[in-house]
């Protein structure tokens, strides 16, 4: 039986679309992509990333915090956060966009105790783990030299109990990254008279409370609303409250006491739990100012002693503008500084930071 021989048939072109199913995904010359992209990824500061996305495969960048190299490339920088890029150098890290508060040595923190234990308290500081509050590290009556003893473990709960409020300072940072606080300088204790706000803190791309130069200020306000006390923890943590002026303290007022007595004449009054009598006029106030906090949070705007002053006179000056949607029962502009209210004071408090920049610059 005789046998023949067919013609060989070419192959198929590699960049012919019309034979292959994956045709969609050819560049405008027919070809197709290689494994290595023809160009290096554009590496801006200012450029957002998400988790898993290629940052570059340049070897000459090292990677830092929020990165990480993947098993199958390990030249392949790789983001594991969203996040703002940062350069220094030839490092590359990722600024989250939100993240837990990282305790610093000498951070002022607003925190809310959460345990009660036989030497020390438990407080939550919005940070993966919760700080210590040793007994040893706060002010007692009778002197802060005075030597802690059982009967002070026993009446532990009279000076913080559960849901306190207390600022305090970060005396040092374990290993594991917990913190320990203390609040021996007459400027720290327990908060009253006040309201409590949350934003973000530091690390969370710049957005809230900043570390500043100044964490806490007494604003006179407007409106026969006298003085406030504005707290700004480092954590986002914030407390806006009457401002006291040593009564709180001493219990008999602070103006005839020396300084160098300061720490022995600590009264009971310094950890009572009752709220002072506070005037509506100071209400009001302390209200605006929140109003003027949410709304620089809402608007991504960092948080600090000179955001929070242009936001609030931005507020006072919007008070009465006749808008009818914001008007009060008596005939006044509501205190609520959200929706459009809040975007104008936004818009005022940039406005105003840009003209102060071009007066300096």
């Not at 200020?217 to 700004?232: F, M």
């Not at 954590?235 to 409250?241: D, E, K, Q, V």
Request: proline content about 5%; aromatic content about 6%; charged content about 25%.
């Amino acid at each position: 039986m005789p046998f023949y021989i067919a013609a060989t048939i070419p192959p198929t072109p590699f960049h012919d679309n019309a034979s292959s199913p994956a045709s969609s995904s050819a560049d405008s010359d027919g070809d197709f992509p290689t494994s290595r992209p023809s160009k290096r990824p554009k590496l801006s500061a200012k450029s957002i990333v998400t988790p898993g996305e290629t940052i570059t495969t340049d070897p000459q960048w090292m990677r830092g915090h929020g990165t990480y190299l993947p098993l199958h490339s390990p030249q392949t920088i790789t983001s594991s956060v969203a996040g703002t890029l940062l350069k220094t150098n030839k490092l590359l890290s990722i600024l989250p966009l939100r993240a837990r508060y990282t305790p610093e040595i000498g951070d002022l923190v607003v925190g809310r105790i959460l345990e009660v234990q036989s030497k020390r308290w438990k407080v939550d500081l919005s940070a993966p783990l919760l700080a210590h509050l040793p007994l040893s590290a706060i002010n007692l009556p009778g002197g802060i030299l005075r030597k802690r003893t059982t009967t002070d473990e026993l009446a532990i709960r009279t000076f913080f109990a559960e849901g306190d409020l207390v600022v305090a300072e970060v005396q040092s940072v374990f290993q594991d990254g917990a913190a320990s606080l203390h609040t021996r300088s007459l400027k720290y204790g327990k908060l009253r008279n006040g309201v409590f706000l949350a934003v973000a803190g530091t690390g969370g791309g710049g957005r809230g409370v900043v570390r500043a130069r100044r964490q806490v200020w007494t604003v006179s306000t407007a409106n026969g609303g006298g003085d406030v006390d504005v707290v700004l923890g480092v954590n986002g943590y914030i407390w806006i409250c009457k401002h006291s002026n040593g009564e709180l303290i001493t219990g008999k007022g602070g103006a005839d006491i020396s300084i160098t007595r300061m720490e022995e004449v600590v009264g009971e009054k310094m950890y009572e739990n009752r709220n002072e009598q506070i005037a509506p006029e100071t209400r009001r106030e302390i209200a605006r100012l929140a109003g003027c906090v949410r709304c620089l949070a809402e608007a991504g705007v960092r948080v600090d002693e000179e955001m929070v002053m242009r936001a609030y006179e931005a507020a006072v000056d919007d008070e009465g503008m006749g808008w009818d949607e914001e008007m009060g029962e008596d005939g006044e502009a509501g205190e609520y500084l959200g929706g459009d209210r809040g975007m104008r004071v936004v818009a005022g408090t940039l406005f105003a930071g840009d003209v102060a920049a071009k007066r300096n610059g």
